[in-house]
């Protein structure tokens, strides 16, 4: 009933940007928490940008350099990632609808996509 489904995964070099999106469908963005997380292989899946329309969060290590918004005309969440770096490297999931204020916990997400690959190149 609920899916996201998120794009504009790719390669590009140190420095580039890209963005992120996450079409959701089955249910309004309005007054849903919505996050992205990332995982590398071998490695915890780990929160990046997250929050409501009110409150945003981000991990230290994309401070400055990513930005979460929304449209909830389009129900689509954005991830703007700009002078991205090799340890950016991941596979990119879009979550939905967090217990509580768990939002920074992976276990406390509702929903998942299937998640974009994002390849930085030094």
């Known amino acids: 009933q609920v899916q996201l489904v998120e794009s504009g995964g790719g390669l590009v070099q140190a420095g580039g940007s890209l963005r992120l999106a996450c079409v959701v469908s089955g249910r309004t963005l309005i007054g849903t928490g919505m996050g992205w997380f990332r995982q590398a292989p071998g490695k915890e899946r780990e929160f990046v940008a ?73």
């Open 50 to 122: 997250g929050g409501t329309a009110g409150n945003t969060y981000y991990a230290d290590s994309v401070k400055g350099r990513f930005t979460i918004s929304r449209d909830n005309a389009k129900n689509t969440v954005y991830l703007q990632m700009n002078n991205l770096k090799p340890e950016d490297t991941s596979v990119y999931y879009c979550a939905a609808d967090p217990d509580g204020s768990d939002w920074h916990l992976d276990a406390a997400w509702a929903y998942w996509g299937q998640g974009t690959q994002v390849t930085v190149s030094s």
